[in-house]
């Protein structure tokens, strides 16, 4: 029997589907489960596909199944069972053999097990998957990290299962260690705050102008015809629209407002911070779910606080106001990619990775979450201008922020004074504000952190300041 190409461990639903995956685009898979039950429903399940697949009931014979240089996909719980794995599996492995973990790792765990093994004739491969379920069994956006070489003997594989736009795959080598993960991690991050923005739109439409979810979804349809086009706008639709076939309520109506994470959201805003990039709309995002999952304590706030005292939302023109809601929620998401893309860039220069911005703008385009018609566009920008230090003043995006700022700015000031929640939206108009003010107000700041330092402050002019209570010596500030 031929050797497989690739080996899997960890046939949970993520690892069954990119297994089912790998067969279907004709590629011989080996796969283990810990429990050997598993392995063998999983090969009955394939049906047609189980020639392609070679079930192993232990390491040793998975091991031997699969053709060297051996690539290893570990497709479990991320943390320490990835660790725990790696060790039972490295007695086995051979000179040039290569562990993939294709979880939902920190970028820095990967970067820890890929230094692990530099000196031990292993390689390991840090790659983001992107798709859930269905990407993982139809096409995925795929971020792979690590040496060139091991992403060679991986590439036919990869490439074959990967979702295709317009016929280009979604699959692309970003760099050494950890850079396919910490893209991945921005992913997510971006993925967050266009959820959250969205979500604010339709907490706009549903408690300012008093929508029912079956005409919001209407408006979410119609949008995803034109520039929001992308996944989420599409499925947001479909939620809105789908009712309960027993009662006929709107099923959004029947969920809890408790939205959970996963922790990617949490630790691109780390990043960012670490980096001294700020993230805003995403940091806000993050903050908002965290807010969410305090449903008790904010119905407890409700009922001592109230609501707040201001005039409901008052539209002359309904129309021409959801019109602004479609430009808004289009310029908030140019902030929130521009953020993401920022942080890349900076982390990009940290860690020696030269990230292809119009690349991974490329991979996205299709299988990911976040994919959208708008990522054409930024393929694009940064095609044309692969060294600008930001999305938003690339001249395609500049006119675009130009054109719907003004939407933003009147949305984020019309739910405020309504008293409608948007902070991510609010971030983002905030973001744009301070980025293309020449002259802000930190020199107040600087000012105060000099009253109690030791030494003086940065004139525009150059002089030197250190004279009268700037030189005081009272200690530093913050």
């Known amino acids: ?88 599996l490295r007695p086995h492995l051979e000179k040039n053999d290569i ?19 530099k000196d031990s004739g292993l390689t390991f491969i840090g790659m983001g998957v992107s798709g859930g379920e269905e990407g993982a069994r139809h096409g995925p956006s795929i971020m792979v990290g690590g040496t060139e070489d ?19 795959p979604c699959v692309a080598w970003l760099g050494e260690n950890g850079a396919g993960h910490f893209v991945k991690t921005i992913h997510n991050g971006i993925e967050y705050a266009d959820m959250q923005m969205i979500a604010e739109i339709y907490g706009i ?12 979804g209407e408006v979410f349809a119609t949008w995803n015809k034109g520039r929001l086009n992308s ?5 947001t639709a479909k939620v809105l629209e789908a009712a309960d076939p027993i009662g006929g309520k709107p099923i959004v109506d029947m969920i809890l407002d408790k ?43 409700e009922k001592i606080l109230g609501l707040p005292a201001v005039a409901p939302l008052s539209v002359s023109d309904r129309a021409a106001f959801i019109k ?40 996205w385009r299709a299988g990911c979450i976040i994919r959208s018609q708008f990522l054409d566009e930024i393929t694009s920008a940064f095609t044309k201008a692969p060294d600008a230090a930001n999305l938003i003043v690339t001249p395609a995006f500049a006119d675009m922020v130009k054109e719907t700022d003004g939407s933003l700015r009147r949305v984020v000031s019309a739910a405020v004074l309504a008293g409608l929640p948007v902070p991510a939206l609010a971030s983002a108009l905030g973001y744009f504000d301070s980025y ?13 952190r000099d009253f109690f330092g030791a030494h003086g402050f940065d004139r525009i002019d150059g002089a030197d300041s250190h004279h009268g209570p700037w030189g005081s010596g009272l200690g530093a500030g913050a």
């Open 324 to 363: 602004d809601l479609e430009s808004a929620l289009l310029a908030a998401k140019i902030g929130a990619y521009a953020q993401g893309f920022a942080v890349m860039a900076a982390a990009s220069k940290e860690f020696n990775w030269n990230l292809p911005m119009p690349t991974i703008a490329k991979i």
């Open 259 to 301: 939205a959970g994470q996963k922790g990617t959201g949490k630790w691109s805003v780390i990043e960012a911070q670490n980096m001294g990039i700020p993230a805003t709309a995403i940091e806000a995002a993050v903050a908002a779910r965290s807010l969410s999952s305090l449903k008790g304590e904010r119905e407890a706030a």
């Open 436 to 448: 293309r003010r020449g002259r802000g107000t930190a020199n107040i700041i600087q000012a105060q």
């Open 231 to 235: 996944y989420l706008i599409e499925i």
């Open 205 to 216: 439409l549903r408690d300012g102008l008093k929508m029912s979810a079956t005409e919001i």
């Open 1 to 88: 029997m031929a050797q497989a190409e690739i080996g899997l461990i960890g046939l949970g639903v993520m690892g069954s589907n990119l297994a089912l995956n790998i067969a279907e685009k004709g590629n011989k898979i080996a796969v283990f489960n810990r429990t050997v039950e598993r392995t063998h429903e999983f090969v009955e399940e394939a049906g047609a596909l189980k020639d392609n697949i070679v079930p192993c009931a232990t390491i040793e014979e998975f091991v031997a199944a699969i053709r060297p240089p051996r690539p290893i996909i570990i497709m479990i719980k991320a943390g320490e069972p990835v660790d725990q794995q790696m060790e039972l």
């Open 150 to 168: 091991s992403w060679k003997r991986v590439e036919k594989v990869l490439t074959s299962i990967a979702a295709k736009y317009n016929g280009e």
């Open 99 to 117: 562990m993939i973990d294709a979880g939902n790792a920190n970028f820095r765990d990967t970067m820890r097990r890929f230094d692990a093994l």
